[in-house]
């Protein structure tokens, strides 16, 4: 496994909110590249190849239409080479098209000499410069620490600057007791209790419980939680080794009253120590959230069981799931629509298609995942794609298209609708296209067929000029999972 703290699209999400550009950049900008390098809280003896830092960045003004970039970038070691090793691993490009690169970044004495070609910034933004294993060298001792210095560099903009902390800490072991599965009707409750102990032979000063899942679904308000993407409470209870812990009043799950049945939500939890606490802080910019309102929630000893920052050195046992699901026997039906279109060889014609939500109950995509529904197009040979709904992307090959819902609720009697302009090749004689929902939690995936006719003006969709539709936030980064403070490789 690998210890690491948000993933880098997190980071690059609150990048964009403190850019301070307005508007879109034109091909004569000189872009400026704004970069963090996750802090490094680490204890010694941790395990190489365990610990993950992200390095990431975003454009300080919007690139659009997004245009391939070379990115020069270094990695500045020298003052805490005595302390950590960083090692290239590679480079997570989930939302950016780039150039293939096999190692971008090399290591010469303390510092990584880093170059990307043809790099196009996602949503005009994003950039992801790479992931690197830290391990503590054998000179690192608690409450060592010290900088490392990230400069960048994009086409022939300005150089800009960045640094981030390296800490070396205490070695202490948290685990979270949860895995479980719980169910709510429709508009009820359920109850659990997050449960932690001190696995290691160090008293820990203070916990943070991180609870990754949609504030709609948690019902607390509690003054030492931070509510925002996520959700933080901060306890300064002392850890003895050997107890565990859990909250003094459980937390409640609500589920919405028309939520469909089968629902299902993954809750995840994880405890950090004051030291992560402080990192995932100064990732987030102050946007850790909002504190509550309520009464704090307490951390108590279980039924029957400026000082150096304190490491979890195991993130295998640090992490809990509470899986949630609506209860109910009738699951909503859904029905794929995609109704024929005809094509003249060398035109372009409209082409509708997407899902109807029959009922009953409602799918909330950002409250349960399995209600996230997405919708594929393959095209057959001889079509292209003149323009595309906004909330579908290409694979592979740009025959195939992948259509996500977005994060509106679908209640039942509504539907999803994609709308697509497509082009038929001068020697087009005719084919099929298909939609399908690959990914289906209900009855499996079905499979349509979009008729494609050369010539002809009967049986199919009138052709029209494109359609306009509201803007949207990518789906990318609009559905962002946040990792927690560690994550399984």
Same mark, same amino acid.
């Given at each position: 496994? +690998?210890?690491? +703290?948000?993933?880098?699209?997190?980071?690059?999400?609150?990048?964009?909110?403190?850019?301070?550009?307005?508007?879109?950049?034109?091909? =004569?900008?000189?872009?400026? @590249?704004?970069?963090? @390098?996750d802090p490094i809280t680490i204890a010694p003896g941790t395990p190489e190849d365990s610990y993950l830092a992200s390095l990431?960045? *975003? @454009?300080?003004?919007?690139?659009?239409?997004?245009?391939?970039?070379?990115?020069?970038?270094?990695?500045?070691?020298?003052?805490?080479?005595?302390?950590?090793?960083?090692?290239?691993?590679?480079?997570?490009?989930?939302?950016?098209?780039?150039?293939?690169?096999?190692?971008?970044?090399?290591?010469?004495?303390?510092?990584?000499?880093?170059?990307?070609?043809?790099?196009?910034?996602? =949503?005009?933004?994003?950039?992801?410069?790479?992931?690197?294993?830290?391990?503590?060298?054998?000179?690192?001792?608690?409450?060592?620490?010290?900088?490392?210095?990230?400069?960048?560099?994009?086409?022939?903009?300005?150089?800009?600057?960045?640094?981030?902390?390296?800490?070396?800490?205490?070695?202490?072991?948290?685990?979270?007791?949860?895995?479980?599965?719980?169910?709510?009707?429709?508009?009820?409750?359920?109850?659990?209790?997050?449960?932690?102990?001190?696995?290691?032979?160090?008293?820990?000063?203070?916990?943070?419980?991180?609870?990754? =899942?949609?504030?709609?679904?948690?019902?607390?308000?509690?003054?030492?939680?931070?509510?925002?993407?996520?959700?933080?409470?901060?306890?300064?209870?002392?850890?003895?080794?050997?107890?565990?812990?859990?909250?003094?009043?459980?937390?409640?799950?609500?589920?919405?009253?028309?939520?469909?049945?089968?629902?299902?939500?993954?809750?995840?939890?994880?405890?950090?120590?004051?030291?992560?606490?402080?990192?995932? !802080?100064?990732?987030?910019?102050?946007?850790?959230? !909002?504190?509550?309102?309520?009464?704090?929630?307490?951390?108590?000893?279980?039924?029957?069981?400026?000082?150096?920052?304190?490491?979890?050195?195991?993130?295998?046992?640090?992490?809990?799931? *509470?899986?949630?699901?609506?209860?109910?026997?009738?699951?909503?039906?859904?029905?794929?629509? =995609?109704?024929?279109?005809?094509?003249?060889?060398?035109?372009?014609?409209?082409?509708?298609?997407?899902?109807?939500?029959?009922?009953?109950?409602?799918?909330?995509?950002t409250l349960f995942g399995n209600t996230a529904l997405s919708t594929w197009l393959t095209l057959p040979k001889g079509v292209?794609?003149?323009?595309?709904? !906004?909330?579908?992307?290409?694979?592979?090959? +740009?025959?195939?298209?992948?259509?996500?819902?977005?994060?509106?609720?679908?209640?039942?009697?509504?539907?999803?609708?994609?709308?697509?302009?497509?082009?038929?090749? !001068?020697?087009?004689?005719?084919?099929?296209?298909?939609?399908?929902?690959?990914?289906?939690?209900?009855?499996?995936?079905?499979?349509?067929?979009?008729?494609?006719?050369?010539?002809?003006?009967?049986?199919?969709?009138?052709?029209?000029?494109?359609?306009?539709?509201?803007?949207?936030?990518?789906?990318? @980064?609009?559905?962002?999972?946040?990792?927690?403070? +560690?994550?399984?490789?």
């Amino acid at each position: 496994m +690998r210890l690491c +703290r948000l993933s880098s699209l997190v980071v690059a999400m609150v990048l964009i909110v403190l850019s301070t550009a307005a508007s879109p950049a034109s091909a =004569a900008v000189a872009h400026r @590249l704004n970069t963090v @390098l996750d802090p490094i809280t680490i204890a010694p003896g941790t395990p190489e190849d365990s610990y993950l830092a992200s390095l990431s960045g *975003v @454009l300080a003004q919007r690139d659009v239409p997004a245009r391939p970039h070379r990115i020069a970038y270094t990695i500045d070691l020298t003052e805490v080479a005595d302390l950590v090793e960083l090692g290239f691993e590679g480079i997570q490009d989930v939302i950016v098209a780039a150039a293939a690169e096999e190692d971008p970044c090399q290591l010469r004495g303390t510092i990584f000499h880093c170059l990307r070609t043809g790099v196009r910034p996602a =949503a005009g933004w994003v950039i992801m410069l790479g992931s690197f294993s830290v391990t503590p060298t054998s000179n690192a001792r608690s409450g060592d620490g010290g900088q490392i210095t990230v400069t960048a560099r994009v086409d022939e903009g300005p150089i800009t600057t960045s640094t981030s902390q390296v800490r070396i800490g205490e070695s202490v072991d948290l685990a979270t007791l949860n895995k479980e599965k719980v169910s709510a009707a429709p508009g009820r409750a359920v109850r659990v209790s997050p449960r932690v102990r001190n696995v290691g032979t160090a008293p820990v000063r203070g916990a943070v419980l991180g609870i990754w =899942a949609d504030r709609k679904l948690i019902d607390t308000d509690a003054s030492n939680c931070f509510y925002s993407y996520q959700i933080f409470c901060v306890f300064d209870t002392a850890l003895a080794p050997g107890r565990t812990y859990a909250l003094a009043t459980p937390l409640v799950l609500r589920t919405p009253a028309d939520a469909a049945a089968g629902s299902r939500a993954d809750v995840g939890l994880s405890w950090l120590t004051p030291a992560l606490w402080e990192d995932q !802080k100064k990732i987030l910019h102050g946007l850790q959230g !909002k504190p509550g309102r309520g009464t704090a929630l307490r951390l108590v000893p279980a039924a029957g069981a400026a000082e150096v920052p304190q490491v979890d050195v195991d993130g295998d046992n640090d992490q809990g799931l *509470v899986q949630l699901t609506v209860a109910g026997s009738r699951r909503p039906a859904l029905a794929i629509s =995609a109704p024929a279109v005809t094509l003249a060889p060398g035109r372009t014609a409209t082409v509708r298609f997407g899902i109807t939500n029959r009922g009953p109950g409602t799918l909330y995509p950002t409250l349960f995942g399995n209600t996230a529904l997405s919708t594929w197009l393959t095209l057959p040979k001889g079509v292209t794609v003149a323009k595309a709904d !906004k909330r579908c992307y290409p694979e592979f090959a +740009r025959s195939e298209w992948s259509c996500h819902q977005g994060d509106a609720a679908l209640p039942a009697g509504h539907a999803t609708t994609f709308v697509f302009r497509l082009t038929a090749a !001068k020697g087009f004689t005719g084919a099929s296209a298909r939609v399908e929902v690959r990914d289906a939690w209900l009855d499996g995936a079905r499979v349509l067929r979009i008729g494609v006719s050369a010539g002809g003006a009967g049986g199919g969709l009138p052709v029209s000029g494109p359609t306009a539709w509201p803007g949207l936030l990518l789906v990318v @980064l609009g559905a962002v999972l946040l990792r927690v403070g +560690r994550r399984a490789r």
